[in-house]
């Protein structure tokens, strides 16, 4: 699933290529694809696009009326003059004669159009703290009043947005925290690595352009770099890197994490 850095890539491989069109045509070829399917077509079609943004995993194409919010989930793609095939569920034509796609295998994203009060509404009430934005003791209080193991308190979007299982799992090794450790029992000194990781983890990843685990690309069909400097996430029964002990696999709120048992001992 494309997480915080993915994103912000997808956005920045874009926005040149975006702002000024006018969408000309709207081809919703998988109506469960889009909200508002009765009328997103009229709500869209005509409008000017005037910038691109990012809220944890969420796209946000400004219009000139209103807003698309975009979450691309498990495969979703948006891709700039990108190839059209039986994956490609909407296409935005603009007035230069270039498009764009949203192509998704899964079919599990969704496009919605929105005017500006309820977007603001729906990112206040569903989305959480942005990490490169977020002060510390603001992250601390929101995540302290919080029960559960810290692996899944990290993948809830409205504590912190952003953050999914490839970059919680890598977040929680450099933190030397186990992924089932209670959150209520965190000290300071782990309120403290947790920021720090979680915000310079994220940056590296989104300088390099991602993880592409799969099938990842972005706007250009670019594939991420960070992958390689994986620590943890997806090499389960491998060394570790550190210490050299193999590492293993568990459950968490129902998603597999990999972890040291030596660098990520349970207090």
Excluded at 109 to 117: P, T, V
């Amino acid at each position: 699933m494309p997480e915080l850095p993915e994103v912000e890539n997808v956005i920045r491989s874009l926005v040149k290529k975006l702002i000024g069109k006018k969408i000309i045509a709207v081809g919703v070829l998988t109506p469960s694809i889009v909200y508002n399917r009765y009328d997103f077509v009229e709500l869209v079609q005509d409008k000017y696009i005037t910038n691109l943004e990012r809220r944890g995993k969420y796209i946000i194409i400004r219009l000139d009326n209103g807003n698309l919010l975009i979450h691309l989930r498990m495969t979703g793609k948006l891709l700039f003059d990108g190839i059209i095939s039986k994956h490609t569920h909407v296409k935005f034509d603009f007035n230069n004669g270039h498009y764009l796609l949203y192509n998704d295998v899964r079919k599990f994203g969704r496009i919605s159009y929105l005017n500006n009060e309820e977007l603001e509404f729906y990112l206040a009430t569903k989305v959480g703290l942005e990490p490169a934005l977020m002060d510390y003791e603001d992250f601390k209080n929101k995540l302290s009043k919080k029960n559960g193991p810290i692996k899944k308190n990290l993948l809830d979007q409205t504590i912190i947005a952003g953050i999914g299982n490839i970059y919680a799992d890598e977040i929680l090794f450099a933190s030397g925290l186990h992924p089932v450790f209670e959150t209520k029992c965190l000290l300071e000194k782990d309120f403290f690595a947790l920021y720090t990781n979680i915000r310079e983890i994220l940056e590296k990843a989104t300088i390099a352009g991602g993880s592409t685990i799969r099938d990842y690309v972005n706007g250009d069909g670019t594939a991420g770099k960070y992958q390689d400097t994986h620590k943890v996430y997806g090499r389960g029964g491998k060394v570790c890197n550190c210490c050299g002990c193999i590492l293993e696999k568990t459950k968490v709120a129902g998603r597999t994490s990999v972890y040291c048992p030596v660098c990520q001992r349970i207090r």
